[in-house]
């Protein structure tokens, strides 16, 4: 099975700290490390419970071979986290470790199905190690949080608002699942087949 791995967190949120503070109807800036921090970590809830990125971030996949379907003379490697936004790199990892790239132009990307093709046959390929040779490195997410779904974003205010709320409690992880967040996210959970 592949592994994935975030390279670059985003470097902005959904959800400006301003908006969050207004939501959570504080009229200071004394608790602002910590409401960014609850933010982060609610986009972070989010983001795990639909399978998406909300905004910009890299992400590495090694993978086996046997997990490419074959699409006319094409290996196509399915990339989790949608939506798309572009591909860094591809390499090749051989036996001793070294690795090549492959030039990007030589490859396709369906961003709409979030797939990267990689050529059924190349010279790169020789010496490849067996086990998770392909590594590739990609940008997921919504390039700015206006392009992020607006139920998205209230699902993060709204659990971000549930732990502050409950930020002294024993039990604040466990309590920061409400249903309503779960309805707003059930229809962007990223489904594969």
Known sequence: MAAFK?????AAEPVALEEVRAF??????????????????????VEERTGRALMAQAWRMAADW???RRLNGW????????????LTEVRIVRDDDTSTALALDALRVRSD???????????AYTGAR?????????????????????????????????????????AAPAAARPEAVAALLAPYRAVRL
């Open 113 to 123: 199905s979030g797939d990267v093709l990689l050529p059924a046959q190349h010279a």
């Open 6 to 10: 975030r390279v670059t967190p985003p």
């Open 75 to 86: 290996r196509a490697f399915a990339l989790p986290r949608p939506p798309f936004l572009a």
């Open 130 to 170: 067996s086990w998770r040779p392909v590594e590739i490195v990609w940008q997921a997410g919504h390039a700015d949080a206006a392009a992020v779904p607006e139920a998205l974003k209230i699902a993060v205010l709204m659990l971000t608002a549930e732990v502050w709320e409950r930020r002294d409690s024993v």
């Open 24 to 45: 959570l109807r504080i009229g200071h800036d004394g608790d602002d490390a910590l409401i960014a921090r609850l933010a982060r970590a609610a986009r972070e809830a």
């Open 66 to 68: 046997s997990e490419a």
